[in-house]
């Protein structure tokens, strides 16, 4: 026999959340930030960005550059891995039945959709620590109060982000989220007010750009890292953005 | 509460999916520590039945309780007593084989240890492997480590065999009787004949979403298979004078050539009939034997011919 008797004694029983939580956030942070095509929309686009947008004169930007550059690219970054890469991964995990499969066991459902909330966090953080270092390395010096606002903007960017992610990856084909996730991601970096300024497009798409969460997140963020205070309707935009579609999303969205 | 509670009990379930009956007024037993293998062509209902039964999925009608609680909504302290092989599996694309049962371990209040696991069941070469790279087969008995990782009472097998090659299976059936010896109850899932009769203890058949036959492997097998009796003997013997001196209701024929049929319900006296005629002709009654059916005869019978889709 290859089983010793008694292996296989039943001892069900629930582990304790905090632990549940920490590995499956642990595992999904892993997981992005190991996987190479989510890396480089994360992280290696936003740093190139960074530093081009800094030294390269090729778009107009207020000055200093690097400010404007670090708003530009932080923007990008919370689009990048809350919208593009979660619809992303969250279309092929339910392809690849993990999210049934989390069900199945003592994990609250709840707690699977924080994991994965928590995954992106830390994921955002990581953008966070590495652009900011960069930033700084470039000369990018946080005004007073700037970086309160900054990550306000950036929390509520994710939630915007976050829920379209959501949205998209939790209720369409995971061919078709790839597809559509990277174009969005495309759009929206050069005409949805990210790399150029809302200022610097043709007016009514300077207009349609601010209502929009990359719209509204770069340029708040932009006036937010110039030492300015943002403009109380790129918050809301965030915020309506946020709550409309986690509410779609939570109707819509299938485990499989 | 009175005594320990049914395993698993399942009352004219009625699963609608699509527009059709998938589960049809289906009923279902297992008790505590035993196995029960629902056998069906595909498409009969078994995996909506066992996805009902886990929490996964909800009902239409019926009455389920599962380790004496309905599974309905899903309270996370029965999923604590239930261990899950989901069809297909179900893991992070990406996720290595063993972080994915470290990460269902961790679910577990006190899991069996992962490591040993990833040993036993053969794991350990692609231990490291990314899950979408594995082999439908890799794939399959990570899904098993993490259906008992937990130590469940309950253990759910949807098809586990499906894609194992030999080796595989006759790991699969030991971890089954291992884990039936232990005192935890499974209900698998199998179109494997084989599989149903080598380990279960109760054989549930089921077609379009229906039950349409039970009992043990030997019940199921044994029902209806003193009907027919065979022999070889000289060929193209006179008949006649045996039909007359066989019971009411048995009848013989000569199939082939040289290979006679007796049809009807062979007992003792109609083995004797036929042997002590055949001592009267002066031949040999070769070859004799009373048909046993397999389970895969009153698989096909029950159940048809016909591919499914």
Sequence with gaps: MRFEAGTFTPAPGRGPLGRMLATQVALETKLALRQGEQVLLTLIIPLALLVGLSLLEVVPLPEPRVDSALATVLALAVMSTAFTSQAISLGFDRRYGVLRRLAATAVPRSMIVLGRLGGMAAVVLVQLVVLGAVALALGWRPGPGSPGWALLLVVLGAAAFGAVGVLLGGTLRAELVLAVANIVWFVLLFAGGVLVPAAALPGPLAVVVQLLPSGALAEGLRTALLGGTPALGHIVVLIVWAVVAGGIATRTVRWS | ?309
């Design chain 2, 1 to 309: 509460m009175s005594g320990s509670p049914a395993a698993l009990s399942v009352r004219g379930l009625v699963v609608h999916y699509q527009g059709r009956a998938a589960v049809d007024g289906l009923d279902l037993d297992l008790p505590p520590g035993s196995v029960l293998a629902l056998l069906g062509p595909n498409g009969a209902g078994k995996t909506t039945t066992v996805e009902v039964c886990e929490g996964l999925r909800s009902r239409d009608s019926g009455e389920v309780r599962v380790l004496g609680v309905d599974p309905a909504g899903a309270p996370d302290t029965l999923r604590a007593r239930l261990g899950v092989m989901p069809q297909g599996g179900g893991a992070y694309p990406g996720v290595r084989v063993r972080e994915m049962i470290g990460l269902v371990a961790a679910c577990a209040a006190d899991p069996l240890d992962p490591d040993w696991l990833v040993d036993t069941l053969g794991l350990i070469g692609c231990a490291r492997t990314p899950y979408k790279r594995l082999s439908v087969g890799q794939q399959q008995r990570l899904a098993l480590a993490c259906a008992v990782v937990g130590r469940p009472e309950l253990v759910f097998l949807d098809e586990p065999t499906a894609s194992l090659d030999p080796q595989g299976r006759r790991l699969v059936w030991d971890l089954v009787r291992a884990l039936r010896a232990d005192g935890v109850a499974v209900l698998l899932t199998t179109h494997l004949m084989q599989e149903a009769e080598t380990l279960a203890d109760h054989i549930v058949i089921v077609d379009h979403g229906r039950v349409v036959a039970e009992g043990s492997p030997e019940d199921l097998t044994a029902a209806g298979a003193d009907r027919e009796l065979r022999f070889r003997a000289t060929a193209g013997m006179d008949l006649e004078l045996l039909a007359a001196a066989l019971p009411e209701g048995c009848t013989v024929s000569e199939p082939s050539s040289g290979s006679y049929l007796v049809e009807g319900a062979i007992d003792p006296q109609v083995l004797s009939t036929v042997t002590s005629w055949c001592a009267r002709q002066g031949v040999l009654a070769d070859d004799l034997r009373v048909a046993r059916r397999s389970l895969e005869d009153v698989f096909l019978e029950l159940t048809g011919r016909e591919l499914r889709s």
